[in-house]
């Protein structure tokens, strides 16, 4: 069975400050691993994903994830955080292939960005 | 814009009552996900269908069903509501079951 566990429900940061959510997973082959964020009203939407390869992600909005296989970790970083940055954040793992993928997201982080 | 359309947007309805829950995926996804999202439990997967095919089951009532069509579009069904069924509920698409499309979502109130 794979799992997600996503260590702080709320995060809160001071606009300028670094961001640093985490994500540790379990699985018992190689993952895909995701981060997904959902701003209020929205659904989900795809920042970065890591299938192979590369163990440094590069997504959207200037958000990054390092693929840790000896940690099971994914956490995602952005060096600088912005107003707009203030969202949920939801970290995913799934493995199989083709349309038969289980996907596994973990309960979210609320991050805040204070001015 | 994720390209996956869900109707209608918001949906207001009673005790008991029975709903249906209509989900475009973007062109060519085989995929359909549903999700349940509420403020107690989070993000939900409640059922996953492939080409037509039920492919997983998550934390789905069996009060809720779905179905996916031959033209991939996809609903999911609601019935006996319970105001603890008042939630966001999302569809997702994925082309190769990996990155998901996820839908604006429909809000349902259940009063």
């Known amino acids: 069975a794979q799992s997600v566990t996503q260590l702080g429900s709320h995060v809160s940061v001071s606009e300028g400050a670094l961001v640093l959510l985490r994500c540790n997973y379990s699985s018992s082959v190689p993952p895909y691993l995701f981060w997904y964020v959902q701003y209020p009203n929205q659904g989900l939407q795809l920042l970065l994903k890591y299938t192979t390869g590369a163990t440094l992600v590069k997504g959207i909005n200037g958000f990054e994830a390092e693929f840790k296989k000896s940690e099971t970790s994914f956490h995602l970083t952005k060096p600088s955080a912005h107003m707009s940055d203030a969202a949920e954040y939801f970290c995913a793992v799934s493995r199989g292939s083709g349309g038969y993928q289980k996907v596994t997201f973990g309960t979210g982080t609320k991050l805040q960005v204070i001015p | 814009d994720s390209g996956v359309t869900q109707t209608p947007k918001h949906l207001i309805t009673a005790t008991g009552q029975r709903v249906t829950l209509r989900c475009s995926p973007r062109?060519?996804?085989?995929?359909v996900y549903w999700y349940q999202q509420s403020l107690d439990q989070g993000l939900q997967f409640l059922i996953q269908?492939?080409?037509?095919?039920?492919?997983a089951k998550g934390n789905i009532l069996e009060r809720f069903s779905a179905q996916q069509f031959p033209d991939l579009h996809s609903e999911l069904n609601l019935s006996s509501l319970e105001l603890g069924d008042s939630a966001l509920y999302f569809c997702?698409?994925?082309?190769?079951?990996?990155?998901?499309?996820f839908g604006p979502g429909t809000r349902l109130t259940v009063l």
């Open positions: 062109s060519g996804d085989l995929s």
């Open positions: 997702a698409s994925s082309p190769y079951g990996d990155t998901q499309y």
């Open positions: 269908y492939y080409n037509g095919e039920e492919r």
